[in-house]
């Protein structure tokens, strides 16, 4: 069975940053070629994407995320990265890994920025 465990999230005053990760585990499984995405759901609203990044290691970003966060991999550890700076507390949700090629998600780890 494949998990995708999501960790890193908290409480951090608007400003502060976060560092999330996700780590994907099962008998065979890498994420070497897919590419892994971040989504966020704050409630009342949809999912929405805020980072992707290629097995080659190219990352996309939304707008809203654009020069504040940073998305990164770690193919050995099996494990992809969402560095939040300048959090602001719009930035207020779940967030989920996105495991593409597979199409499996984690749990999901709480961010709350709040003064």
């Known amino acids: 069975q494949v998990q995708l465990v999501e960790s890193g999230g908290g409480l951090v005053q608007p400003g502060g940053s976060l560092g999330l990760s996700c780590t994907v585990s099962g008998i065979g499984i890498s994420i070497r070629g897919s590419t892994m995405r971040w989504y966020r759901q704050a409630p009342g609203k949809q999912r929405e994407l805020v980072a992707a990044?290629?097995?080659?290691?190219?990352?996309n970003y939304a707008d809203s995320a654009k020069g504040r966060f940073t998305i990164s991999r770690d193919d050995a550890k099996n494990t992809v990265y969402l560095t939040m700076n300048s959090l602001k507390p719009e930035d207020t949700a779940v967030y989920y890994c996105n495991f593409v090629l597979r199409d499996y998600w984690g749990q999901g780890t709480q961010v709350t920025v709040s003064s």
């Open positions: 990044i290629s097995s080659g290691g190219s990352p």
